[in-house]
């Protein structure tokens, strides 16, 4: 403490107000990107909106759940591992380095592990990757989540599933699709101890051949686009709205 004078700042970083500098061309190009983003709304938007409900209920297809498909030889069902901590990264991700999905990382800011070590993880069978087209279940009951592997591959953490289809059988997307149905994921929750989490065998899918299901998978894809693209528009929203409140408090803001 002797060393230190009293007007030496201990603030962290983190907590650090920061004012962004923002002028014409930053504040067009935040324009801009809303322009596209409400267009991709808007785009994707007539796509979802060519559908219509049919007179067919659910029940008309019936049911069966992931376990079934299982015995099957439909799915083959692979629960992701728990990664050391020691070999997880944070932060900005190395190039060619190997994203981890964990119920609590917010995707696109996944922690990563280095992808020579992801290898020789792999090749030990300590941890689970993803592949183009593998559905991915995150099991807590809190974070419940499903989606197709378009990018990949990923390294599946604890309380994820990986769901590895037969293209022959089974539709990824149609899957996807029905993992997602609201209430699917309450129907298949078990709690133990202070814990709940869902049992992914215990997740309803609906019993369609593969026309119904490839005509389902594809509805799906264009409703995971129009849901991206609200999220995109909503981003690029938040943006332009802080550029323009920032400068409004400036005195910077002109026009009528």
Not at 80 to 100: F, H, M, N, P, Y
Not at 166 to 171: G, K
Not at 181 to 194: E, H, L, T
Request: hydrophobic share 45%; net charge negative; aromatic share 6%.
């Amino acid at each position: 403490m002797e060393l230190l004078s009293d007007d030496t700042d201990l603030t962290p970083s983190r907590r650090t107000v920061t004012e962004r500098s923002v002028g014409p061309v930053e504040l067009r190009r935040a324009w801009a990107g809303w322009d596209k983003a409400l267009m991709d709304v808007d785009d994707a938007a007539k796509a979802v909106r060519d559908h219509e409900v049919g007179a067919a209920v659910p029940d008309d297809f019936g049911y069966t759940v992931v376990g079934d498909l299982e015995r099957s030889g439909a799915v083959d069902v692979t629960a992701g591992k728990a990664v050391a901590d020691d070999l997880i990264q944070q932060g900005t991700r190395a190039e060619g380095a190997l994203c981890v999905v964990t119920p609590w990382a917010v995707r696109g800011e996944e922690p990563w592990v280095a992808a020579v070590q992801a290898a020789g993880l792999e090749d030990e069978g300590q941890v689970v990757l993803t592949s183009f087209g593998d559905v991915v279940v995150v099991t807590a009951a809190g974070g419940f989540d499903v989606w197709v592997e378009t990018a990949g591959p990923r390294l599946l953490g604890a309380h994820t599933v990986r769901l590895r289809t037969d293209p022959a059988l089974l539709d990824p997307f149609f899957l996807a699709a029905c993992l997602r149905a609201p209430g699917n994921d309450q129907r298949a929750g078990i709690r133990a101890s202070a814990t709940s989490r869902v049992d992914v065998r215990r997740l309803r899918v609906l019993r369609a051949t593969m026309a119904q299901q490839r005509r389902i998978g594809e509805a799906y894809r264009q409703l995971v686009r129009f849901r991206e693209a609200v999220a995109d528009l909503d981003r690029n929203g938040e943006l332009l709205s802080d550029m323009l409140s920032g400068l409004l408090a400036q005195g910077r803001l002109t026009g009528d």
